[in-house]
């Protein structure tokens, strides 16, 4: 996940404006990849997905894309709306240590939406 | 909200008392998981699941344990807590292997557990 210290970073953004969230991901051997949204006191809801035999994929007015050589992955948003303050995760399948099933998250990245 | 419970959705304990959780879920999924979510650390799986009686560990599994005896049910059992288990936990399921065939998984609200 992102690599970032105890603070969550934060991402401030004009309305309207496109938003673009980074994340470091650190299995090479992780070929399933996932960008989440929590907002305030709730659970992680699904955006987009991708494998790691696509470079870029589009959904409405999100777009991942996928570069394997650094191990980076970015989720841009479109036209930024007020509903789209949330913090931002990026997730992998590769796990942690261990071996574990499941998904190893990013730290998260605060996206806040300024009028 | 895919179908996942968690109960109870806010809990206050004291130090060295046994806490349960429990993830109910009505979608038929095979596996099941247990995250905790601290601030700095984003979300960190603790135990997860991949059939009725069959579980495994995660990344932080000290201090925790887990049961199965249903599929729709997975309870997460802190023997005795402690002040470090003071966080929010969420369940997650998932329909198949999210590490061998890349599979989304779907959250519950959360449980936010304060120990005190």
């Known amino acids: 996940g992102e690599s970032v210290g105890l603070h969550l970073p934060t991402l401030s953004v004009q309305e309207g404006d496109n938003s673009i969230i980074n994340c470091a991901y650190s299995n090479s051997a992780s070929d399933y990849f996932i960008w989440y949204k929590q907002e305030s006191g709730k659970g992680p809801q699904f955006i987009i997905d991708?494998?790691?035999?696509?470079d870029k994929r589009q959904g409405q007015r999100v777009t991942v894309l996928l570069n394997k050589t650094v191990k980076h992955l970015s989720l841009q948003i479109a036209a930024t709306q007020p509903g789209d303050s949330a913090v931002y995760f990026c997730a992998e399948n590769g796990s942690s240590g261990g071996g574990a099933d499941g998904l190893t998250f990013g730290k998260g990245t605060h996206l806040i939406i300024q009028p | 909200d895919a179908g996942i419970t968690q109960s109870p959705r806010h809990k206050v304990t004291e130090t060295g008392t046994p806490v349960t959780l429990r993830c109910h879920q009505t979608?038929?999924?095979?596996?099941m998981y247990w995250y905790r979510q601290d601030p700095g650390h984003g979300l960190r799986l603790i135990h997860y699941s991949y059939g009725v009686k069959d579980t495994d560990k995660g990344e932080v599994s000290d201090g925790y344990s887990v049961s199965r005896s249903k599929t729709e049910d997975f309870l997460l059992t802190l023997e005795s807590a402690t002040s470090s288990q003071t966080s929010v936990y969420f369940c997650a399921i998932s329909e198949s292997t999210i590490r061998g065939l890349g599979t989304e998984a779907f959250f519950g609200q959360g449980t936010r557990l304060t120990v005190v």
């Open positions: 991708i494998r790691s035999n696509m």
């Open positions: 979608e038929n999924h095979r596996y």
